[in-house]
C-alpha cells in the first residue's frame, strides 16, 4: 500500500481523519472537485447536505476507480462546504458515514474542511477533492 495514515504523539486524535499521510508511491492521482451529481448530471440531494457529501463522496469513489485507486490510496481530502457552520458538522458526518457504508470503506486521510460562500451550482451544498499516490 503507498499511503500509511498517522495521528502523530502531540497532535489531537479526530476520529474521522489522521492528522498525516506518508506517500511512497510512484503514481499521483489528482480528482478534481466532485460535487452532488449523478452521472447524468442531475444534482443529487437538493438542499439536503448530508445526501451530497455522501454522492460527492461514491463520485470520488468512481473517480478513483477509474484512474486504478481506492480511499485507500488517499493522502489528502479537501472538503468545500457552503456558509459552513460548526452545527453543520452532524450532517457532514452524517453524510461521509452513509457513503462508507455505500463504498464498503472509511475515508480516513488527513483532511480540510472549508467553508465558502458559493459554489459552481448554487443548489450544490458541499464539493470534495482527493489526492491519491499509488504504486
Given at each position: 500500500?503507498?499511503?500509511?495514515?498517522?495521528?502523530?504523539?502531540?497532535?489531537?486524535?479526530?476520529?474521522?481523519?489522521?492528522?498525516?499521510?506518508?506517500?511512497?508511491?510512484?503514481?499521483?492521482?489528482?480528482?478534481?472537485?466532485?460535487?452532488?451529481?449523478?452521472?447524468?448530471?442531475?444534482?443529487?440531494?437538493?438542499?439536503?447536505?448530508?445526501?451530497q457529501v455522501e454522492q460527492c463522496y461514491v463520485n470520488v469513489g468512481?473517480?478513483?476507480?477509474?484512474?486504478?485507486?481506492?480511499?485507500?490510496?488517499?493522502?489528502?481530502?479537501?472538503?468545500?462546504?457552503?456558509?459552513?457552520?460548526p452545527d453543520k458538522m452532524p450532517l457532514l458526518?452524517?453524510?461521509?458515514?452513509?457513503?462508507?457504508?455505500?463504498?464498503?470503506?472509511?475515508?480516513?486521510?488527513?483532511?480540510?474542511?472549508?467553508?465558502?460562500?458559493?459554489?459552481?451550482?448554487?443548489?450544490?451544498?458541499?464539493?470534495?477533492?482527493?489526492?491519491?499516490?499509488?504504486?
Amino acid at each position: 500500500m503507498a499511503i500509511t495514515l498517522v495521528n502523530p504523539a502531540g497532535l489531537p486524535e479526530i476520529d474521522v481523519y489522521r492528522q498525516v499521510s506518508v506517500a511512497s508511491g510512484t503514481r499521483l492521482v489528482f480528482v478534481a472537485g466532485q460535487v452532488a451529481w449523478d452521472a447524468e448530471g442531475a444534482t443529487v440531494g437538493a438542499g439536503d447536505l448530508a445526501a451530497q457529501v455522501e454522492q460527492c463522496y461514491v463520485n470520488v469513489g468512481t473517480a478513483l476507480a477509474a484512474a486504478g485507486a481506492t480511499f485507500a490510496d488517499v493522502a489528502k481530502l479537501n472538503v468545500h462546504v457552503v456558509d459552513w457552520t460548526p452545527d453543520k458538522m452532524p450532517l457532514l458526518l452524517d453524510g461521509i458515514a452513509r457513503a462508507s457504508a455505500r463504498l464498503g470503506v472509511t475515508p480516513a486521510a488527513p483532511a480540510t474542511l472549508l467553508g465558502v460562500a458559493a459554489l459552481d451550482v448554487p443548489e450544490h451544498l458541499v464539493e470534495v477533492e482527493a489526492t491519491a499516490v499509488v504504486d
